[in-house]
T-cell receptor, first 114, second 115 residues
């Protein structure tokens, strides 16, 4: 069984379009995250939700909007896509917000903006 | 500023030899330290963590890491490397500071194990 899943795995789109990435976890975790990994493999946190409430909101353009309909899902919607948005986006989850909890990552969504 | 450093972009080691992937950190307060591995086209996988107690932590796939408070280091080690260990390794720290939920990740070290 897949613990953290993301769809789609690949996303190729043109500048200016709007797209969404979906994430689901079946681990019963309370906390979910979105990360962006750039071409140099640098990993940066974007957002985090705990029990459907936003707890981390890094300096990310307003074009990015997360939505958590329930504890098991955290989606990422991106408006007016730009070339610089091309990256791999990872969803992750953890049991809770405790600093001792490890995170479980999804397989990633490779976004290419042309 | 709180940070994590992985001083080597790449580490090459022959199969069967011991390997070390270095990590140093700079945080205020006590740190919680983690290692993750990323195989090609995959998400990160948790390897091990140091929370408290014994400075030598054992994790998945035969990996271990040693927490050294005086040197502010948390190096990842394995006694005998396998070709299948070739991957990208990330060190991460979660400072024990109230209100901080997020990881601080290092820039990653690519491990190449040569047959």
């Amino acid at each position: 069984d897949t613990a953290v899943s993301q769809t789609p795995k690949y996303l190729v789109t043109q500048m200016g379009n709007d797209k969404s990435i979906k994430c689901e976890q079946n681990l019963g975790h309370d906390t979910m995250y979105w990360y962006k990994q750039d071409s140099k493999k640098f990993l940066k946190i974007m957002f985090s939700y705990n029990n459907k409430e936003l707890i981390i909101n890094e300096t990310v353009p307003n074009r990015f909007s997360p939505k958590s309909p329930d504890k098991a899902h955290l989606n990422l919607h991106i408006n007016s896509l730009e070339l610089g948005d091309s990256a791999v986006y990872f969803c992750a989850s953890s049991q809770g917000t405790s600093l001792t909890y490890e995170q479980y990552f999804g397989p990633g969504t490779r976004l290419t903006v042309t | 500023a709180q940070s994590v450093a992985q001083p080597e972009d790449q580490v090459n080691v022959a199969e069967g030899n011991p390997l070390t992937v270095k990590c140093t950190y700079s945080v205020s307060g006590n740190p919680y330290l983690f290692w993750y591995v990323q195989y090609p086209n995959r998400g990160l996988q948790f390897l091990l963590k140091y929370i408290t107690g014994d400075n030598l932590v054992k994790g998945s796939y035969g990996f271990e890491a040693e927490f050294n408070k005086s040197q502010t280091s948390f190096h990842l080690k394995k006694p005998s490397a396998l070709v299948s260990d070739s991957a990208l390794y990330f060190c991460a720290v979660r400072p024990w500071t109230s209100g901080t939920y997020k990881y601080i990740f290092g820039t990653g070290t690519r491990l190449k194990v040569l047959a």
